[in-house]
Every structure is written in structure tokens, then in C-alpha cells.
């Protein structure tokens, strides 16, 4: 029930908000250029795949989906509005690694990220609504848990964090509700891997996201 909350009351609130003031866009003019964004949303994590450093073998875990919050401080080049730079911290709430048996071994334990990127973004420029499309690059900090149960002995394969390179990819729409008020739906697709002491980590995922931006 406490990752539902996690997952459910992100998405609540901006929609809330995102189709409320949707209906105000007409009346005004483009946004400022520099904004700050608050947004969250829903986790759809792939299979991670992580491979051991002491044997060199692999294993494809699932995970379960969860939530995630972020914010972001943007700016759109007055001379060119298509191009906007954005710095991001985001946070994916704790994905579940359900007990599942991988080559006859019981796997279980959890995965939280905290990461920071610089993005990229090429929007549309006129008018109130703005499809746009962009990536970004930084790093993620991830913290697992992991443990294995083999004849009954459970043995804790990782309990640490580690910083990697991280990557995603956005594709999106803002609209403008105000001149310093916007709202954003995105879709992300997000990657990192991180290398831990024991293992090392390939992790994606795909998130899709409901924000507010304010405009200075």
C-alpha cells in the first residue's frame, strides 16, 4: 500500500493541476525563459541485469515498478526558444527485486536511485502548447540490497551504494498556463551502470512523469 501512495499521489496531484489550468492557456502569452519544475510520477523498471565480479556470471532480475520525484531548474535561449537547458535531481522510490529463482538460485532484495543530470531540450516555440523532445547525461547513485538463498543459506551479495554514469532520453509536452506558470507530461527512458564491489549493474527504465514549472 506504501508504494502505491509513493506512485499514485505524484501522479494525482500534477494531473490535477496539469487539466485544471490547461483550460487558462489561451489567454496569455509565452512563459518567461528561466523556470524551476517540480514533478513526479511512475516507474516502469526492465529487468536489471547484474554480473558478478568474482565469478563473471549474470543474472536478469525484475523488478517491480514504483514512483519517483525530481526537480529542475531550466532556461529557454530567448534567441532561439526552441533550445532549453535544464540541470535535474530526480529520486525513484524503492523497486522491489520480488523472490524469484535465476539458474537455481533464490534472489530478493531492493533498488533506490538518486540522480542528477544536465538535459537538453528541443522544443516548439510558439504558441501555448510545446511538443518537445531532448536527452540528458550525468550521474545516478544507486543504492541495493540484494541477497541469495542457496540450500537454505542465505548469503548478502550486496548491501552498498554506488555512483555511474547516467543517461535518458525525454519526449514530451509543455503547455503554458500563465506567463510564469507551465505544466509538462513526459515520457522517460533512463539507464545507469553503476559498479558495485561484488557486482556490476545494468539498470533501465522507463518513467513517465507530470510536472509544474515556474517561470521567472
Known sequence: MKNRLKVALPVVLAAVIFLTGAGYAQSYGPASP???GVFGGYVAPQDMT???????????????SSGMIGFKMGYILPQAR?????LEWNYM???????QVVSGVRESGEVALNNFLVNVILRYPEGKIHPYIGGGIGASSMYIQNTESIGGVVVNVADESATGF?????AGVNVDLAPNLSADLTYRYFGTNPGFSLIDVDYR???VTLGLNFHF
Open 34 to 36: 528561466l523556470y524551476f
Open 50 to 64: 547484474w554480473t558478478s565480479n568474482v565469478t563473471g556470471t549474470s543474472a536478469d532480475l525484475s523488478l517491480d
Open 82 to 86: 526552441a533550445l532549453a537547458f535544464e
Open 93 to 99: 522510490f524503492d523497486q522491489t527485486i520480488p523472490s
Open 166 to 170: 547516467a543517461w535518458q532520453f525525454l
Open 205 to 207: 527504465t522507463q518513467a
